[in-house]
């Protein structure tokens, strides 16, 4: 079973999708980013899909699923990297991620979970 | 085909609609804006179209699906100019525009993204 790696950075995760996920590993990465903000009380997590050149709606939903679990367990999720023409189609199926923080590359992401912090 | 010209104005984008766009140009303008914002790295974009007497509803499902995008790619949109007959149509036909952020006029529409730049 394919498992995604989780990386920690400081007070950060960083996780970086690079392959189409079936049901079974979205699970498992979400099973084991809730272990891991528990364990290391991480206050975010940058989730880079900038290797993707589709989401469909079943990423889509993991990625609100994800975000809404770490919110719950206190961290902050942003979403980075996406590109304009997965925007583009996300937005066209319906699927504006809203509630789901986002930006342009991981730097952004990163300032942007400083900012979170500070407030 | 008839091309919706984008402005760079520092850190923001400028798009000034002017003619009543048929749906090729609005999903050109979609995709060229999608792509100006993942080159430019810009942190807002101000729509104004002070000069349209109307705006229908596809037009106002546009701007919609454009803030929509935008967001995702982490810029804030921001739609300045709407005329007060505009504003009552709008309404009227139910397109309250929510999710958008809307202001009276480029100054003030300025004004917003300089704040949420700091927020």
Redesign the interface.
């Known amino acids: 079973m394919e498992r995604i790696p989780i990386l920690r950075m400081g007070k950060y995760l960083l996780v970086t999708i690079q392959i189409d996920m079936q049901d079974q590993t979205a699970l498992l990465l979400q099973e084991d980013l809730a272990t891991m903000v528990e364990k290391t009380g991480a206050h975010g997590l940058l989730i880079d899909v900038s290797a993707l050149e589709m989401v469909d709606s079943f990423i889509g939903r993991t990625l609100v699923g994800i975000s809404d679990i770490c919110r719950i367990l206190g961290a902050t999720t942003v979403v980075?990297g996406?590109?304009?023409?997965v925007?583009?189609t996300?937005?066209?199926l319906g699927l504006?991620?809203g509630g789901v923080k986002?930006?342009?590359?991981v730097e952004?992401g990163m300032a942007m979970l400083n900012?979170a912090q500070d407030a």
Request: charged residues 15%.
């Open positions: 980075v996406i590109r304009p023409a925007a583009i996300l937005v066209e504006s991620l986002t930006a342009l590359n952004r900012a």
